[in-house]
């Protein structure tokens, strides 16, 4: 009889702590090599993760293992995630979050916005909501925030029905950074006092997230030292960008109402209601504001270095349906033709090959084999772009 993942993987068979970084590999060349996971994302996030921390332990030999089943799968990525439960990469994936105390994994954004509401309420100081997402803005003064998780077309259906009975409505498909910018966006309004989170869990279509499932937990539970979320079944529930004090008051400010798997419009608009009947006056506890956020703003380059290595001559041809990129020497002479049906591909070859050194360069040729391939599927039409800044003699 063939064996099941589950009764193979070390890491569910007990102890799952106390395994080493080899047998943790050994589980991830496993999981690598099952059909599904081959092609997918979380399968590549995870041997990133895995590549990254071994190297901080000075286990050379491993990440370079790890890292070269990464680029075979990142070259052949069908899809980021299929919503498979368990999600083998989640589960080592939240291990090697505990082992490395969370330094040297990065996290994967998203987030979720008269008569309807208390005449106690706050005139807000700042310009809100205070966090950049995907939502819709009703009314400030309003008690109510709609979380839909992964459903993106509730939140402006609701909006349609209830834009001055609400604060704020909009998805949430990450159980980090968008549940982040959902409580920022909370705490820096007083007046928002029940929270709906309703709609299709982020884990049916997205492997190890569950947003939903995650932000119950934070609300009943708070977080551990790590600033991990207590309960939480997703791949990275982690708020780095929160304190414990900002967790806190959004535990005593809000009320959520755990509509989770409900699409309903008619359900919804019926629980809004209720909480409005509730009359819920403004939160007593002073709105926090002034979250470290630190912008730069964009510009284009004065100079332009030419990359040592050379340069590329981009040739899509739609009738073979194939680009055509042409690597010369800065001399002028022609060195190899890199033929590929997409960009990634052809990106990934130039780069493994050591034909480009610069990033700034990199980021030039990125953007101009993605113009070609839409040209190729689209037809779009394509016209290689000069690079930016004024040729330097340096």
């Given at each position: 009889?063939?064996?099941k993942?589950?009764?193979?993987?070390?890491i569910?068979?007990g102890?799952?702590?106390q395994?080493?970084?080899?047998e943790i590999f050994?589980?991830?060349?496993q999981?690598?090599?099952i059909?599904?996971?081959?092609?997918c994302?979380?399968?590549n996030?995870?041997?990133?993760?895995?590549?990254e921390?071994?190297?901080?332990?000075?286990?050379?030999?491993?990440?370079?293992n790890?890292?070269?089943i990464q680029?075979?799968?990142?070259?052949r990525?069908?899809?980021?995630?299929?919503?498979?439960?368990?999600c083998?990469?989640?589960?080592?994936?939240?291990?090697?979050?505990?082992?490395?105390?969370?330094?040297?994994?990065?996290n994967?954004?998203?987030?979720?916005?008269t008569?309807?509401?208390?005449c106690n309420?706050t005139q807000?100081?700042e310009?809100w909501?205070?966090?950049?997402?995907n939502?819709?803005?009703?009314n400030?003064?309003?008690?109510?925030?709609i979380?839909t998780?992964?459903?993106?077309e509730l939140p402006?259906?609701?909006?349609?029905f209830?834009?001055?009975?609400?604060?704020?409505?909009?998805?949430?498909?990450?159980?980090?950074?968008?549940?982040e910018?959902?409580?920022k966006?909370i705490i820096?309004n007083?007046?928002i006092?029940?929270?709906?989170v309703?709609?299709?869990?982020?884990g049916?279509d997205?492997m190890?997230?569950?947003?939903g499932?995650?932000l119950?937990s934070?609300?009943s539970?708070?977080?551990t030292?790590k600033?991990?979320?207590?309960?939480?079944?997703?791949?990275?529930?982690?708020?780095?960008?929160?304190?414990t004090?900002q967790?806190?008051?959004f535990?005593?400010q809000?009320?959520?109402?755990?509509?989770i798997g409900n699409?309903s419009?008619?359900?919804?608009?019926?629980?809004?209601?209720?909480a409005?009947?509730?009359k819920?006056?403004?939160?007593?506890?002073?709105?926090?504001?002034?979250?470290e956020n630190?912008?730069?703003?964009?510009?284009?380059?004065?100079?332009?270095?030419?990359?040592?290595?050379?340069?590329?001559v981009?040739?899509?041809?739609?009738s073979?349906?194939?680009i055509?990129?042409?690597?010369?020497?800065n001399?002028?002479?022609?060195?190899?033709?890199?033929?590929?049906?997409?960009?990634?591909?052809?990106y990934y070859?130039i780069?493994?090959?050591?034909?480009i050194?610069?990033?700034?360069?990199?980021?030039?040729?990125?953007?101009?084999?993605?113009?070609a391939?839409?040209?190729i599927?689209?037809n779009?039409p394509?016209?290689?772009?000069?690079?930016?800044?004024?040729?330097?003699?340096?």
């Amino acid at each position: 009889m063939k064996l099941k993942p589950l009764d193979i993987l070390k890491i569910y068979q007990g102890n799952s702590e106390q395994l080493s970084l080899k047998e943790i590999f050994e589980d991830l060349k496993q999981i690598s090599a099952i059909k599904k996971c081959s092609f997918c994302g979380c399968s590549n996030d995870t041997l990133k993760e895995f590549a990254e921390l071994a190297q901080a332990k000075d286990e050379k030999k491993l990440a370079e293992n790890a890292t070269e089943i990464q680029i075979k799968i990142d070259s052949r990525k069908k899809y980021d995630c299929l919503g498979c439960s368990p999600c083998y990469a989640a589960d080592i994936s939240n291990l090697l979050f505990e082992m490395s105390d969370g330094e040297h994994i990065e996290n994967k954004s998203e987030s979720c916005a008269t008569e309807f509401y208390s005449c106690n309420t706050t005139q807000l100081k700042e310009k809100w909501p205070v966090e950049r997402g995907n939502y819709i803005v009703g009314n400030e003064k309003a008690t109510i925030a709609i979380n839909t998780l992964s459903n993106t077309e509730l939140p402006k259906q609701l909006a349609g029905f209830l834009k001055d009975k609400i604060a704020i409505a909009g998805y949430c498909e990450t159980e980090n950074v968008g549940i982040e910018k959902i409580i920022k966006n909370i705490i820096s309004n007083p007046n928002i006092r029940t929270l709906i989170v309703c709609g299709y869990e982020s884990g049916k279509d997205m492997m190890g997230h569950s947003s939903g499932q995650a932000l119950l937990s934070l609300h009943s539970n708070g977080i551990t030292g790590k600033k991990r979320i207590i309960g939480a079944k997703g791949k990275r529930p982690v708020m780095k960008n929160l304190t414990t004090e900002q967790i806190k008051h959004f535990q005593s400010q809000i009320e959520v109402l755990d509509l989770i798997g409900n699409n309903s419009i008619e359900d919804i608009i019926q629980y809004v209601n209720i909480a409005l009947s509730k009359k819920k006056t403004a939160f007593d506890k002073k709105e926090i504001n002034g979250f470290e956020n630190r912008e730069i703003i964009a510009q284009n380059p004065q100079k332009l270095l030419l990359d040592k290595k050379g340069y590329f001559v981009i040739l899509p041809d739609i009738s073979e349906e194939k680009i055509y990129v042409e690597y010369y020497a800065n001399s002028g002479e022609l060195l190899y033709t890199i033929i590929g049906n997409d960009a990634a591909s052809i990106y990934y070859t130039i780069i493994e090959k050591g034909f480009i050194s610069k990033p700034d360069h990199c980021a030039y040729l990125g953007k101009e084999l993605t113009k070609a391939e839409y040209f190729i599927k689209y037809n779009i039409p394509y016209v290689q772009d000069m690079a930016l800044g004024d040729l330097s003699d340096e």
